[in-house]
């Protein structure tokens, strides 16, 4: 049985304030907790970081989440056994300073379940340029692993995490528990954005629908601050009907070309079948509700805001060559199709192409994208930025 959040990478961050209410504070700690449970029993991958602990001025309660998602983690394998199915269980983002701190400053149970966790290849660890602290690098690398974002509390590096999630086409959930920001600042963090979130839901949501957007005003704090359990399965069952990743095709149109038959055919009942069996949305030019009154903006706006593009160029359309340039120019997952014994008129030819045979059955096709797909799909940019340093 398939798991709701299968090919799915979840994001949960935010911070309290040291003057923060204990008690929202401590609800906070246990939603998070038990969010992650929910998430990783529905077969998500996380996306989290590690850092030394920061508490409150008058107690021990921690300000930061990530050690509720790593203690989670930790739990959730080790339940397992550690088996192959808990193998890169999350993504977890630091600094070369961070992982010092770690060895020097965590408390002995900590480092344990820490170093548990990497030896038994739970955690994959990504580190930002060695020397480079900020947030913001931080913020970006998170991101770009991820499919959705949660955000409970925090100030300016919530908002803007929410905004680089937003600006991908990525949904962002803002919960309005009254915990404050560990670092005073910003507009007002989750609490902020959640104010926005009611009032404009499809700026945060890109898959909202009449059904989720009834679900998303159920969402308030206050109608759950008696039950975090119910509340966490409120969330985890709105984020399975909006977290879904967008494809983009990129493919042959025009009914008049010799070729459009067969590549139509294949979108249909090879592409399509796949796509959705990975849980992902589609977004077709022409046969997916438009927004813009421009079809070349429409285009171009959803190639920026589709997290994978499946770019066809049988045919050998011109715009389908400026519409793959612009995918890998923005470092998208690309994925490159053809119709058997079609002639690549680009120096693109050193790029993995999937050439797909039309009198193959559609089953041998799928098996064949989803084998060309595993292989490819995490392969690098075209480009590296030139290092300074």
Avoid at 21 to 46: P, W
Avoid at 171 to 178: A, D, H, S, W
Avoid at 257 to 273: D, E, I, L, W
């Amino acid at each position: 049985m398939s798991k709701k959040f299968s090919n799915k990478t979840i994001h949960i961050a935010g911070s309290c304030s040291k003057e923060g209410d204990i008690k929202n504070i401590l609800y906070a700690h246990s939603l998070v907790r038990m969010l992650t449970r929910k998430l990783l029993s529905e077969g998500a991958n996380l996306v989290t970081t590690v850092d030394k602990i920061v508490t409150m001025n008058d107690n021990e309660i921690p300000i930061i989440f990530y050690w509720d998602i790593l203690e989670e983690i930790y739990s959730y394998a080790s339940s397992l056994s550690f088996s192959a199915d808990t193998k890169n269980l999350a993504k977890v983002v630091s600094t070369y300073k961070s992982l010092n701190q770690i060895v020097s400053d965590l408390p002995s149970e900590k480092k344990t379940i820490w170093d548990e966790l990497c030896s038994n290849d739970v955690v994959t660890v990504h580190l930002t340029p060695y020397g480079w602290n900020s947030g913001a690098i931080r913020r970006q690398l998170k991101e770009s692993f991820s499919d959705a974002l949660v955000v409970i509390g925090g100030g300016e590096g919530i908002e803007h995490l929410s905004h680089l999630y937003a600006s991908h086409g990525k949904p962002v959930l803002p919960l309005n528990i009254l915990v404050g920001s560990s670092c005073s600042d910003g507009r007002g963090g989750a609490e902020f954005l959640f104010k926005s979130f009611v009032s404009h839901p499809e700026k945060f949501i890109p898959t909202l629908t009449q059904k989720t957007r009834t679900k998303a005003m159920t969402l308030i704090y206050e109608k759950w601050k008696n039950d975090v359990d119910k509340f966490s399965k409120e969330i985890v069952d709105f984020l399975s009907e909006v977290v879904m990743p967008q494809v983009f095709f990129v493919r042959l149109m025009n009914k008049k070309q010799k070729s459009y038959t067969h590549v139509n055919k294949f979108f249909r009942y090879v592409v399509t079948p796949f796509v959705i069996s990975k849980g992902y949305s589609i977004k077709e030019m022409g046969k997916t509700k438009n927004k813009e009154g421009f079809i070349n903006v429409e285009i171009f706006n959803e190639i920026n805001k589709s997290s994978y593009i499946v770019a066809d160029f049988t045919g050998g359309r011109p715009n389908c060559f400026i519409e793959i340039g612009y995918s890998f120019g923005l470092n998208k997952k690309v994925i490159l199709t053809a119709k058997k014994g079609t002639k690549n008129p680009l120096d693109t030819d050193q790029i993995p192409c999937y050439y797909w045979d039309p009198h193959n059955s559609y089953k041998k096709s799928i098996k064949e994208l989803q084998q060309f797909w595993d292989q490819n799909i995490d392969r690098g940019p075209l480009v590296t930025l030139t290092d300074v340093i």
